[in-house]
């Protein structure tokens, strides 16, 4: 456990408390030398359990991150194909648990779906494929070719940048909350487009598995803890 004394410097972006102790996070990049020398390091809040990094990336730093990591123009034609379906495949799998977990909580009026982060789409093909008016938004243009070849609609950009139309009844974001740059807004968002008795779903990675060591990243600008995501929720469902 750790038992550094908590420190009165830097505010928690979900609650604002000044409490809070370092901790560790990866550090893939060579790149973050620089940025550590400066202090970057990530910490946990003392009151809601919310971790966040000292500087939070900006959507373009966060963007040049991304498209460098799955951009595949470096893997030989002969074998992009076979990458790109092994990636559909895998995130089929996805969309089911992801289903499966929502299944109980869905009504017989619901009809509309929203995914965000929505990723090469397959969410999004399930929901339309079992009779919903699914929808799905995702920053990354590599992704397009999949949306094309499975019919469904999706938007490419940030979900703040959707055009206002009728609500939701379920807005789901699944593994990507993380990669938020203000998760106060976001929600805050969801809530304007959502139905009053609809459902947003937030489902996130198991931080407590023996198979990672659940230390934060670079690209993550926030790690939410069920405290904090609780904390959040409530905070913009009274405000």
């Given at each position: ?8 410097n ?8 000044e409490?809070s102790r ?6 893939p ?27 939070t ?6 963007q ?8 595949i123009?470096?893997?030989p034609?002969a074998?992009t ?5 092994s990636?559909w ?16 909580f ?8 929203l ?5 090469l789409?397959a969410?999004?093909?399930l929901?339309?494929?079992?009779g919903?008016q699914?929808e ?6 590599n992704?397009?070719?999949f949306h094309e070849k499975?019919?469904i ?6 979900v ?13 974001i699944?593994?990507a ?6 998760p ?11 139905k ?14 023996s ?17 904090a ?8 469902a009274?405000?």
């Amino acid at each position: 456990m750790n038992t550094a004394p908590l420190e009165q410097n830097l505010t928690c972006p979900i609650c604002a408390a000044e409490q809070s102790r370092p901790i560790p996070f990866r550090d893939p990049d060579s790149g973050l030398r620089v940025l550590k020398s400066a202090g970057y390091h990530w910490r946990i809040c003392g009151n809601c359990g919310n971790a966040f990094p000292t500087q939070t990336v900006s959507l373009a730093e966060l963007q040049q991150y991304w498209d460098r990591n799955r951009v595949i123009e470096d893997t030989p034609a002969a074998d992009t194909e076979t990458v790109w379906q092994s990636r559909w495949q895998a995130s089929q799998v996805w969309a089911q648990r992801t289903y499966d977990f929502l299944a109980p909580f869905l009504r017989p009026d619901m009809r509309r779906f929203l995914d965000v982060a929505c990723g090469l789409g397959a969410t999004v093909a399930l929901f339309r494929d079992k009779g919903w008016q699914a929808e799905g938004v995702d920053a990354d243009p590599n992704t397009r070719q999949f949306h094309e070849k499975a019919g469904i609609a999706v938007t490419i950009g940030q979900v703040e940048n959707l055009q206002p139309g009728a609500a939701f009844d379920v807005i789901s974001i699944a593994h990507a909350i993380y990669f938020v740059s203000r998760p106060r807004q976001f929600v805050q968002r969801v809530a304007a487009m959502l139905k009053p008795d609809g459902l947003f779903a937030v489902i996130v990675s198991d931080l407590l598995s023996s198979l990672s060591d659940s230390c934060p990243g670079y690209a993550h600008t926030w790690y939410p803890s069920a405290d904090a995501l609780v904390y959040l929720l409530q905070q913009e469902a009274s405000s």
